[in-house]
């Protein structure tokens, strides 16, 4: 039963104990495949209701897209809290490098084009790659 999950908890830890109270009671999918191609199912669904111009539908379907990105998370053994602050903060840090590079070259983010962004994004990104340590 999901009554006893406080609505006040952070929308990603509750959409994950809920998920987790539905399995409990066989309500879950027999595979990860199968938790996969939901979540492509409902990014099409997403796609199509952005097609049709129809907001309040949008809306519905990414809702249904981020819960499904939750239910994957859980098959994958994550915590999808965790793991939505630490790619946070992962984008924090590269684009606060990105900002000083641009910086040191006497520039303003504004005055990029979106195509010397993206280059400079790629370079932040693989050196931070670079320097990232490495798990045994």
Do not use: Y
Not at 65 to 81: K, P, Q
């Amino acid at each position: 039963e999901t009554d006893d999950v406080p609505v006040n908890l952070p929308a990603l830890v509750r959409a994950q104990k809920i998920q987790k109270r539905a399995a409990r009671v066989g309500f879950d999918w027999p595979e990860i495949a199968a938790v996969r191609d939901k979540v492509f199912e409902e990014l099409a669904e997403l796609e199509q209701a952005r097609k049709d111009g129809k907001a309040d539908e949008v809306e519905d379907e990414f809702g249904d897209l981020f819960f499904s990105c939750v239910n994957w998370a859980r098959f994958l053994g994550l915590d999808a809290e965790s793991t939505l602050r630490k790619a946070t903060i992962k984008f924090e840090s590269r684009f606060r490098a990105l900002e000083q590079q641009i910086q040191r070259e006497g520039l303003t983010i504004e005055q990029q084009s979106l195509e010397s962004l993206e280059a400079r994004w790629q370079t932040v990104k693989r050196a931070q790659k670079k320097r990232a340590p490495k798990h045994p």
